[in-house]
């Protein structure tokens, strides 16, 4: 199902990368196919500066999703680069500005998963720096129901700003997101609710600043915007770490939503959201994305919800029977939606990207 107000869109394609069946696909304003890879290329997916496209390589290191590591390659499949890595890659790359890549990785010695960052050098394919999270986090705090001791933390997202020579990972069991010095790698401060962490992390917390606020649950796509806000995909998983409040999926909701935060006196406001009135129609229990394309424009894609007997699940489609999948994206612009597109499938990931270059059509390449 296809939405589209076209007099305000252009003619950039929408690429998804699969969570479920299906290939890695560039859909247009009519909801048309207009390009696709025919291999398994998945987790997220991006154009460089070069004008070349940043995926996953096709194939696994480990079990269940961990790819060897990345390709470089251009629309036509033309492969420029392949970069492979001990702990393999999974969910997101970051290009940093001296053309480096940001790794979201693994250290399998460690006997844990989804807690490891590296930056490999984009020429030599040589890692360069490590940020190992199990020696700047407790493992065993914070814990959210989806916690185990070998994905602790469950890294989805990697992003440096530079502004303030960080970053911003994603832990999706602990309902956190975490920022870091690149320098050192020592913790600066902690998105979430505190609930289950001890008195020693509570500092790292930020304070709502008024009671229209709500946090953030089994987050991904974490980013900070150019004006430092924080925009992330809210999944909201039971929106709490207690038991016995948890929200069942059909009364629950999922989002995107802008935080403001101030590092000095450690507040944090709530400054726009979207899809929360949607109710679980809009739920996705995992996966799923938000996009910035430029101040009051955004990209909100929920990327897995999932059916069963006419009644929206809570766990991710891969690990129970469901009967009926379905992703929505829906692209805002001044509070309104001017693209939304459903597809009766999951799919990980959307970026809105030119199918070419401008100055490279521009210049005849």
């Known amino acids: 199902k296809v939405t589209a107000m076209k007099d305000k869109l252009n003619d950039d394609l929408y690429f998804f990368t699969p969570s479920s069946d299906g290939y890695t696909v560039a859909y247009d304003v009519n909801g048309d196919i ?5 291999d398994t290329f998945i987790w997220d997916i991006q154009r460089l500066k070069n004008g070349h496209i940043l995926l996953s390589s096709n194939r696994l290191i480990n079990n269940p999703y961990y790819m060897t590591g990345l390709m470089e390659m251009d629309l036509l499949g033309k492969v420029y680069y392949e970069y492979k890595l001990p702990g393999g890659y999974h969910h997101d790359v970051y290009e940093m500005p001296n053309n480096n890549l940001l790794v979201a990785s693994d250290n399998f010695e460690n006997g844990t998963v989804e807690d490891y960052v590296v930056e490999i050098d984009r020429l030599t394919g040589e890692i360069v720096k490590t940020f190992d999270l199990t020696k700047i986090l407790p493992t065993e705090e914070g814990k959210s129901e989806n916690w ?4 602790w933390f469950h890294n989805n997202s990697v992003w440096y700003d530079e502004t303030t020579n960080s970053i911003t990972l994603s832990g999706r069991h602990m309902d956190a997101i975490i920022n870091i010095d690149y320098k050192s790698g020592s913790l600066n401060w902690i998105i979430g609710d505190s609930t289950n962490w001890s008195e020693e992390y509570k500092k790292y917390f930020f304070t709502p600043k008024d009671e229209n606020f709500d ?3 089994s987050q991904h796509a974490a980013m900070i915007l150019p004006n430092g806000n924080v925009f992330v995909f809210d999944n909201g998983n039971n929106r709490s770490k207690i038991e016995e409040n948890y929200i069942d999926a059909e009364n629950n909701y999922s989002r995107g939503v802008i935080y403001d935060i101030n590092t000095s006196n450690m507040k944090v406001k ?5 899809s929360k009135e949607l109710g679980s129609d809009f739920y996705s229990p995992y996966i799923s994305d938000v ?3 430029e101040d009051n424009h955004y990209i909100v894609h929920s990327g897995g919800t999932s059916y069963k007997d006419g009644k ?3 766990e991710p489609a891969g690990l129970t029977d469901v009967d009926k999948l379905k992703s929505t994206t829906v692209e805002i612009k001044n509070n309104e939606v001017i693209y939304k597109l459903t597809l009766p499938t999951n799919t990980y990931r959307v970026e809105k990207l030119a199918l070419y270059d401008d100055d490279e059509f521009k210049s005849g390449k």
Do not use: A, G, H, T
């Open 34 to 38: 207009r390009w696709y890879l025919n």
């Open 312 to 314: 929206v699940q809570n």
């Open 270 to 274: 709530q400054v726009w959201e979207y």
């Open 291 to 293: 996009d910035y394309i």
């Open 148 to 151: 185990v001791s070998y994905d």
């Open 215 to 217: 946090w953030q649950w």
